[in-house]
């Protein structure tokens, strides 16, 4: 866990950390629960590395090396 703390910080990650704080801080001086909530996600998201990338949102794609498609068999159906 410190490893993630310390290794692979970009420019996102920098961002997301300082809005946050900026967040955080606006909140204790106005009194805002909802300013505060957001601080801590961005907050969080920064220090866990935790968010969507460059690439967005996606699910990976699980890469295979065998062929996965099968011959499909169709049989016609008439009206009467």
Avoid at 17 to 41: F, K, S, W
Avoid at 51 to 59: E, I, L
Avoid at 67 to 74: A, C, R
Wanted: hydrophobic content about 45%; charged content about 15%; some cysteine.
């Amino acid at each position: 866990m410190l490893t993630n703390l310390t290794q692979n910080w970009g420019i996102i990650r920098i961002i997301r950390l300082v809005i946050g704080g900026y967040a955080l801080l606006e909140a204790y001086r106005g009194n805002d629960t909802l300013m505060a909530m957001l601080g801590l996600v961005l907050v969080g998201m920064a220090l866990l590395n935790a968010g969507c990338g460059a690439q967005g949102c996606g699910v990976p794609m699980n890469k295979s090396t065998q062929k996965e498609s099968e011959d499909v068999s169709y049989e016609e159906v008439h009206a009467k």
